[in-house]
């Protein structure tokens, strides 16, 4: 496993839960798979990531707009806690002044930091030059949506991956901050069905599940410190921890190549057939099939 397999989580709606996703989502691949570095950096202009993983007052080499540089430094990723990697966030990022000319540079920096194993990237909750360079360079994407509005928008970063001629299969919705008191009465009882079956008739592919909407995990978010403390230590007894198990489990099948073995049959997920060179890149096999 000698180059990263880069997790971005987007999506152009605000509040869908990107942030808390991409730190819980860190600490669960982790606790799953221990022996795979777990590095996550965020172009949110909030420092959650930085808040939760450091460890000390130790002072950072640099930060993600070292990214861009043409020789990114090599230790730009400091150990933190839970054992994993985190790349300092900057409040604010000026493109022009980076020399960001197009969407293909973080995914050259990523490569020149030697980093290995998983690279989670939160974004921003806007289409701009750093969320595509993110959406550009990774092997998934996770696109929360919690509502009509939201799955709406996730048809831009769609005709994204259709400009750069990028693999739809990369991308999925997943249904985030699903509160089942709500019920509908017809067809879709409920919203997670009712994001389901709106993403599938756009032809989206989504995770198996969807997050809940906790007031465990909203309280765990707020607090005098300013930290996203994880579900995985400290809301055991919720859903949402069994719902995050469950994501990162999908997450690390599809990293390895392999479909999650309770995928829905066909006929709930018309999808047209894969073509191999499709396929998420392997993480755990040297070869890159796109
Ligand atoms: N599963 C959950 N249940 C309840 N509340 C949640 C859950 N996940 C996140 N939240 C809350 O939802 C709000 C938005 O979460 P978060 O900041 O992670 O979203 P975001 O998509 O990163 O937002 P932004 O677009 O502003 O960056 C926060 O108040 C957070 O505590
Ligand atoms: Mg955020």
Known sequence: MNHPHIITIASEKGGVGKTTLAINLAIYLKALREEIPVTILS???HFSVDRL????NHSPVGNVSHLFAPAPPQDLATLGEFGISFIPSQGALDPAAL???GVHKLAEGLKKTGLTGFVIIDTRPILDIFTQNALYAADQVIIPVKDLPALENAADIYAFYDLYRLPRKRLRILPSLVDMRIRFPGPFRNTFELLRAYAIKCGYRCFEGFISKSPKVESLNTNPQGKIFPVLIHGRGTEVHHQYTSLARQ???RACGAEPRNSPPAEQAPQPPEKA???PRPLLSGSHPD
């Open 53 to 56: 993983f450091r460890i000390g």
């Open 251 to 253: 997450v690390i099948q």
């Open 277 to 279: 060179e499709n396929a």
């Open 43 to 45: 172009f949110d202009n």
């Open 99 to 101: 020399g960001i000319d």
